[in-house]
């Protein structure tokens, strides 16, 4: 290269640090008409992709990818233009890298396992960028199935399904790939195997014949290949092997309505022995379509109520579809098999407002279980059918106990529809049956602010003696909003140690709305039972979310409290608020080594929520990886994952 051009270069090297997009793109399209000869300009184009300007960005792209350089030293910096927020640049950098070729595979998989990100868009860039490559690249791809980071290996397989049938040199490998310890590297064989398709048919056949210990993988992968891989799904659901018989149904639920030729072999494994059994095959046979209908009311004849239950299954999940079944399924809400009678509610209920003419004469009936059952069905209807809440609501007076929960229970599934039940509800709240109580608090609280009347009742509640209905009190009020704050500020001094802890709870489930309890809350970090403390710092954490101002302090105090689980609620409080908390880090860091494991943790998740503002904790939490409890060690390591952003995406 002649001195001429070498000076020629360095001078548009120093334009790259002009601030006028103009002289920057203009040297940039200069270097690129060079071509290799530019490359000692490589260093200064690759640095330029923090460019804010989009052009000079995708134009330094461009020209990188024409030199003929080390890939090894310019696949990273492209690799991180994938994510760029600018689209264009992103792209830019997708179509150089394809245009680098086969060759720089190894270079892009290579820095996979040093991207400090790995998101579902720069995974699905990645996988993108190698199928574009085209088929050549499924022998170097597998080299790779091997790799020990899963995410390597999740992008290799991927791509090698994208190729669909011309993949299926591939199938071996990846049925050795079932066996992966990853979850995730399972999921994606599964999905490959599937695009493959029938290809594959044969190597997998052979592998279940081998009585492999991964034939449930196979089983979902043959699901995903479809109808043709019905026989050996057909097979396999006589196995003796109750595990093997449940993946077979739910290969075929995979398979849908492509299934409706073996319909007999599904209704007949609805009388499997094993329950798991049974429920895969109903979602198997609903998924086949209204075609199998006919056979599954017919199967509710059948002497085994297990076959009935599953039957019912199988029409409840296919809903509105199955309404011709309603005649026979009114009749089994008497069954005196429970799992029968409650099958056939659920399947009312999900088929929906045809099913209610029925339902409300069935609501008259003599028997208690009936009618009970009948409040479940008409609970559940969506859309909700208002015409009906006369009937509930009447039922709240029932004789029998159990059907006047069932009739509370309907009433909170109706949201505002049962505004006029109110009075009612109210009323019931004074049962002496814990269950109803219950029911009827939670039906009361599901109506919102509509429910304002109820306020001085529910607050009777709170020294409720079940604490099931005490926090359902708590979820009530806070449902109400606003207009219950004045009533729980004042049961925070109450008397009695179980309506202050009730009504800390009841502020902390309303959140901001509820700021002006801060101080009362505040206030109630001083009480003398350490429930009641700990309740109130807990309410802290979600009420002054962003008052870190007002709440720092007390929570800073509480974290030497006596005892040790007001000191976990404060610090977990502290880990809540969306402002900075620098100033509560030193103290946080020595309750890394405090003696009890639990203050360790919460220490550790909260300082892990500081994220970047945390890095002089990370030495703390190098130690803190060898405590002797798992629960803080893992604690620790997802804290520092945390503030070095390191985070990957399962697949």
């Known amino acids: 290269m002649s001195i001429e051009t070498n000076e020629a270069i360095w001078l548009l090297i120093k334009k790259l640090s002009s601030s006028d997009t103009f002289i920057k793109v203009s040297a940039i399209e200069s270097l690129s008409q060079m071509g290799s000869n530019a490359s000692m300009a490589i260093p200064a184009l690759m640095q330029i992709l923090s460019d804010p300007s989009t052009e000079v960005k995708t134009s330094a792209i461009n020209t990188i990818s024409k030199m003929n350089v080390d890939a090894a030293l310019i696949v990273p910096s492209l690799m991180n233009s994938l994510i760029d927020h600018e689209l264009n640049v992103s792209k830019a950098a997708s179509q150089a890298l394809i245009r680098m070729g086969i060759n720089i595979v190894p270079n892009i998989l290579l820095n996979v396992k040093y991207l400090p990100v790995m998101n579902w868009e720069l995974y699905r860039a990645i996988v993108a960028i190698l199928t574009a490559m085209g088929t050549t690249i499924i022998a170097v791809l597998i080299k790779f199935f091997t790799d020990p980071n899963e995410n390597v290996r999740c992008i290799v397989v991927e791509t090698i399904g994208n190729f669909e049938s011309q993949a299926s040199v591939a199938t071996l490998q990846l049925i050795d790939l079932l066996a992966d310890k990853s979850s995730s590297v399972r999921w994606v064989t599964i999905r490959a195997l599937g695009k493959i398709g029938a290809t594959s048919l044969p190597n997998l056949a052979n592998t279940l014949d081998n009585s492999c210990n991964y034939n449930r993988w196979i089983l979902i992968a043959l699901g995903h290949i479809g109808a043709d891989a019905l026989h050996l799904l ?362 009890n494991p639990i203050i360790r943790e919460a220490a550790a998740n909260t300082i892990g929520k500081m994220r970047q503002q945390a890095k002089i904790a990370i030495p703390f939490l190098n130690i803190t990886l060898a405590d002797p409890y798992s629960e803080v060690r893992l604690a620790a390591e997802t804290a520092l994952n945390q503030i070095q952003n390191i985070h990957v995406s399962k697949y």
């Open 234 to 595: 057909v097979n396999a659901l006589s196995d003796s092997q109750p595990e093997i018989r449940a993946t077979a149904a739910e290969a075929l639920a995979l398979i849908g309505p492509q299934a409706k030729s073996i319909i007999p072999e599904l209704i007949n494994t609805l009388t499997d022995n094993n329950a798991n059994v049974r429920s895969k095959a109903a979602w198997a046979a609903a998924n086949v379509g209204t075609e199998i209908i006919e056979k599954l009311i017919q199967t509710l004849h059948h002497r085994n109520w297990k076959a009935k239950t599953a039957a019912i299954m199988a029409l409840s999940i296919l809903g509105a579809k199955a309404a011709t079944a309603i005649p026979i399924l009114i009749p089994m809400l008497a069954h005196t098999n429970k799992n029968v009678s409650q099958a056939a509610a659920l399947a009312l209920g999900r088929i929906g407002t045809t099913a209610i003419p029925n339902l409300v004469i069935a609501l008259t009936d003599k028997k208690a279980r009936v009618r009970s059952s009948t409040l479940f069905a008409l609970g559940i209807i969506k859309p909700i059918a208002t015409e009906i809440v006369p009937q509930i609501t009447k039922a709240l007076l029932d004789r029998n106990i159990e059907v006047r929960i069932a009739a509370a229970n309907a009433l909170g599934n109706m949201e505002l529809h049962a505004i006029p039940a109110i009075p009612i509800l109210v009323t019931s709240t004074q049962n002496t049956n814990p269950v109803m109580r219950q029911a009827v608090v939670i039906a009361l609280g599901n109506l919102g602010s509509a429910a304002k009347p109820a306020i001085p009742t529910l607050i009777q509640l709170v020294t409720d003696q079940e604490i099931e209905v005490r926090m359902a009190v708590a979820t009530a009020l806070a449902n109400i909003g606003i207009a219950a704050l004045p009533a729980l500020t004042e049961s925070l001094v109450n008397q009695n140690y179980v309506a202050r802890i009730t009504a800390a709870i009841a502020i902390g489930k309303m959140g901001e709305v509820a700021k002006n309890a801060i101080q009362d809350l505040i206030e109630t970090l001083q009480d003398v039972h350490p429930e009641v403390r700990e309740a109130a710092a807990q309410a802290l954490g979600k009420v002054g979310v962003n008052a870190i101002d007002l709440i720092l302090l007390p929570l800073l105090t509480a974290l030497i409290d006596v005892n040790d689980y007001v000191r976990r609620a404060a610090i977990e409080a502290l880990g809540n608020v969306n402002q900075e908390i620098t100033t509560a880090l030193p103290l946080l860091i020595k309750l890394l080594s405090d003696a």
